[in-house]
C-alpha cells in the first residue's frame, strides 16, 4: 500500500473521529434553562402557581336579604332577638375582603326588632341606596323593648348594644370600625340613638332621629305604663331619673372626650301630638350651641306614626349613607 493511500486513509480516520466528538459534544450539551423571574427560584415559582388565590368573582351572585337572628345576652339574661339587611352579593363582597359599613337602626316604644323591616319600607329604601350611592352597608335591628335603650334598675340594654351587639355584629358580618358606623331611630330608638351617641364618644360617625322622644315632661300615659322600666325607681317614674338621663347632659363628656362629633340628623313634624315640636327644637339648639353639625329638617304634615316615619326614613338612611360615604 502506497504512503498516498496510507496517509488519505488516516486524514479520513481522523476525521471522522472528529465528526464523533462533536456530535457528541452536541447531544451532551445541557438545554438553556430560563431564569426565574425576579429572583425566585423554581420552587418558589411553582409554590405561586400552587396558592394562587381565589377569586370572589366565582361566588354566584346574590340578591339582598333581611333575615332575623338570635343570640344569647349576658347583659339582658336571655335570648335576644334582631335582624340584619345584607347588601346585594354580600357574600361574594365578604369573601373579597370587604369591610361593611354599618347602621344600628333602633325601633320605637312598643314595637320590635321588626318594626322597621315590616312597617317601615326600609329593605327597598337600603336597596336603592346602595345601588346608588356604590355602597354596601348592613343595617342591624335589634330589639329595644321598651327600654329607651338605657341601662335601668331591671334592664341592661345600652351594655347589651355596646359591649355585646356591636363586637358580635363586627365579628359576625364583617364589619368596619366606627368611623363607619352609624346609629338611627324612630321615637323611643330616636332618644336612644342620641344618648348611645352622647354616652360613647367615637362610637359613631353619624346619627339619625326621627320623631326623637327628646321630651321635657314625660306624658302621663308613659310614666304610668308598667311596661316601661325606664325612668322609674323602685317601680315608680322618677322626674328625677328622667333628667339625669337626658342626652344633652352628656354632651360636655362627649365634646371632651369625642375625636370629631358625629353629624346629626333630625327630623320631625310641627304636627306631632306625641313629642311637641317644641321639645325637639330645644334639644337641637342644644346641639347646635355646642357647634354639633345638625341638618334639622321641620314638616308640617302627618304625626307620630308610619304614615308620616315611612315618608322621614328615606331622607335619614340617604343622610347616613353621605356622611358614611364621605
Known amino acids: 500500500m502506497s504512503k498516498r493511500v496510507i496517509t488519505a486513509m488516516l486524514i479520513l480516520l481522523i476525521c471522522l473521529v472528529a465528526g464523533s466528538a462533536g456530535i457528541i459534544r452536541l447531544i451532551a450539551k445541557p438545554v438553556a ?79 320590635d326588632e321588626t318594626n322597621l323591616t315590616t312597617q317601615a319600607h326600609s329593605k327597598q329604601v337600603l336597596d336603592q341606596l346602595v345601588n346608588s350611592q356604590h355602597l ?40 368596619a370600625g ?21 354616652r360613647h364618644p367615637n362610637a359613631f360617625h353619624t346619627a339619625a332621629l326621627i320623631s326623637p322622644a327628646v321630651w321635657q315632661q314625660v ?21 328625677a331619673l328622667y333628667d339625669q338621663n337626658q342626652p344633652t347632659r352628656y354632651l360636655g363628656t362627649y365634646l371632651k372626650k369625642g375625636r370629631q362629633p358625629a353629624a ?18 330645644q334639644f337641637t339648639n342644644a346641639l347646635k350651641r355646642q357647634h354639633i353639625p345638625v341638618t334639622y329638617q321641620i314638616d308640617h304634615f302627618g304625626n307620630h306614626n308610619w304614615t308620616y316615619w315611612n315618608h322621614a326614613l328615606p331622607l335619614a338612611y340617604r343622610f347616613i349613607f353621605q356622611h358614611l360615604k364621605n
Open 33 to 111: 434553562q430560563k431564569q426565574p423571574v425576579s429572583g425566585t427560584s423554581r420552587r418558589a415559582q411553582a409554590h405561586q402557581v400552587v396558592l394562587k388565590p381565589h377569586h370572589a368573582s366565582k361566588i354566584p351572585t346574590t340578591p339582598s336579604s333581611v333575615t332575623s337572628h338570635v343570640i344569647y345576652s349576658k347583659a339582658l339574661q336571655q335570648n335576644w332577638h334582631y335582624r340584619v339587611y345584607l347588601p346585594k352579593n354580600y357574600a361574594r363582597l365578604k369573601t373579597d375582603g370587604q369591610h361593611f359599613a354599618s347602621i344600628y337602626m333602633l325601633h320605637g316604644l312598643y314595637g
Open 178 to 198: 366606627a368611623k363607619h358606623r352609624a346609629v338611627g331611630g324612630i321615637s323611643m330608638g330616636g332618644y336612644g340613638a342620641a344618648n348611645l351617641t352622647f
Open 136 to 175: 354596601p352597608v348592613v343595617v342591624i335591628f335589634p330589639d329595644g323593648s321598651n327600654s329607651f335603650y338605657l341601662d335601668t334598675e331591671t334592664q341592661k340594654m345600652a351594655s347589651a348594644i355596646m359591649t355585646e351587639l356591636i363586637p358580635k355584629m363586627t365579628t359576625t358580618y364583617q364589619l
Open 219 to 239: 306624658p302621663q300615659t308613659v310614666q304610668a305604663n308598667t311596661q316601661i322600666s325606664a325612668f322609674k325607681h323602685n317601680g315608680a317614674f322618677s322626674q
Open 264 to 281: 346629626f340628623y333630625i327630623e320631625s313634624t310641627s304636627q306631632d301630638t306625641t313629642v311637641p315640636i317644641a321639645a325637639v327644637n
